[in-house]
């Protein structure tokens, strides 16, 4: 069984913070690029943030930048998505991809989602 599983998403008011989880089992992540994207309702998935492995850069969509920050735990299989400053249209589900390096080049996983709601 292989699997991602996100957590941490809920309801936060707008300018607060939230922290997601993205764990993975039945597989270790130290040879994946892992991107979290988000669906708002109405509208297509979009890419967030993506950390690679392989030398450990990141990056992040424009709206998003300063914003947000991503790391990983390898020891912990697991990797975050630290949110700040929290904007309504943040308000969407959020998803973990796990994409292979190298040797597992066209792995890929991904988790059911997290809700997140950015509300007064």
């Known amino acids: 069984q292989l699997q991602l599983v996100e957590s941490g998403g809920g309801l936060v008011q707008p300018g607060g913070s939230l922290r997601l989880s993205c764990t993975a089992s039945?597989?270790?992540?130290?040879?994946?690029?892992i991107g979290w994207f988000r669906q708002a309702p109405g509208k297509e998935r979009e890419a967030v943030s993506c950390i690679h492995s392989s030398d450990g850069s990141t990056y992040y969509t424009d709206s998003v930048k300063g914003r947000f920050t991503i790391s990983r735990d390898n020891a912990k299989n697991t990797v975050y998505l630290q949110m700040t400053s929290l904007r309504p249209e943040d308000t969407a589900v959020y998803y973990c991809n796990a994409v292979g390096i190298g040797l597992l080049s066209g792995m890929d996983y991904w988790g059911k989602g997290t809700l997140v709601t950015v509300s007064p």
């Open positions: 039945g597989f270790t992540l130290d040879h994946y690029a």
